[in-house]
């Protein structure tokens, strides 16, 4: 008696798993996204930044990722004057350039034309660009600029009748 009233209750409702983003990130795929443009921070202060509300510096993983990033850097946030810090650095090893969260080596790239240059042997992290189309570029890791931070969809299950 007791197997079937659990086996109807089972039959009566259903699990229905939903992903979503929090309020004012961009979904793509299996990521949200933060443009965070309303304050300009080294590229260490926008990693502690990314860390605090628990994401990271973005890691551009494939072409498509990336072309989702810079079509939005584009059409929404024109008035960036350097770009975007990602989370791309190459000071543990110089020409070695890994994700600091992860620490993977870079599986995928989008440098602008001669570039990472390693401009007066002090440019160590990576950011998109607006000046060459938001393509990547090193850059002095003091600089000030906007970042993007990264985090995986948050899933949310429902329960309920079918």
Request: with cysteine; hydrophobic share 35%.
């Amino acid at each position: 008696m007791f197997r079937i009233y659990l086996l109807s209750i089972f039959s009566l409702t259903g699990v229905l798993s939903q992903s979503s983003c929090p309020h004012g990130w961009l979904k793509n795929d299996n990521s949200c996204y933060l443009f965070v443009t309303h304050v300009d921070n080294d590229w260490t202060e926008s990693e502690y930044f990314c860390h605090m509300i628990g994401s990271k510096l973005v890691e551009i993983e494939t072409e498509k990722e990336n072309n989702f990033l810079k079509n939005h850097a584009r059409s929404e946030h024109q008035h960036a004057k350097s770009g975007f810090w990602i989370g791309g650095t190459d000071a543990v090893v110089e020409g070695e350039w890994i994700w600091i969260t992860s620490q993977a080596k870079f599986s995928y790239d989008d440098w602008a034309d001669d570039f990472p240059d390693d401009y007066e042997g002090n440019e160590d992290c990576a950011h998109l660009w607006s000046g060459v189309n938001y393509s990547w570029n090193d850059s002095n890791c003091d600089e000030r600029m906007n970042f993007i931070c990264e985090k995986p969809l948050d899933e949310i299950l429902i329960i309920g009748r079918k």
